[in-house]
Nanobody, 119 residues
Framework: VQLQASGGGLVQAGESLRLSCDVS????????TGWYRQAPGKQREFVAD??????TTYGDSAKGRFIITEDNENTVVLQMDNLKPEDTAVYYC???????????????WGQGTLVTVSS
């Protein structure tokens, strides 16, 4: 299983970005796919994920501003609105078993895409 993340870039505060995660194979209904991020000098943080049944979960930093959806059975999209400088980080897409906790290094990871938000 390979995950390919794209869509990062440099934006100003208040603007939007759309991240895409392309999954090489349909990995089945027992997985969730989502996004984590890591800012310089900080630990990796859960952002959001979605199951194949469409159930979504958001981290506190994403609630009310980010929306995660499935574009098709192999692509998960993270729409990020009203971006803030503290959203600056490398964003990684991840697929893991539903039984795996959101904390920890589980499942399959994409290569990361950099999001930079200037003030």
């Amino acid at each position: 299983v390979q995950l390919q993340a794209s869509g990062g870039g440099l934006v100003q505060a208040g603007e939007s970005l759309r991240l895409s995660c392309d999954v090489s194979v349909r990995i089945g209904t027992i997985y969730r796919t989502g996004w984590y991020r890591q800012a310089p000098g900080k630990q990796r943080e859960f952002v959001a994920d979605i199951t194949t049944s469409g159930s979504t979960t958001y981290g506190d930093s994403a609630k009310g501003r980010f929306i995660i959806t499935e574009d098709n059975e192999n692509t998960v999209v993270l729409q990020m609105d009203n971006l803030k400088p503290e959203d600056t980080a490398v964003y990684y897409c991840n697929s893991r078993l539903l039984s795996s906790p959101r904390e920890g290094n589980f499942g399959y990871w994409g290569q990361g895409t950099l999001v930079t938000v200037s003030s």
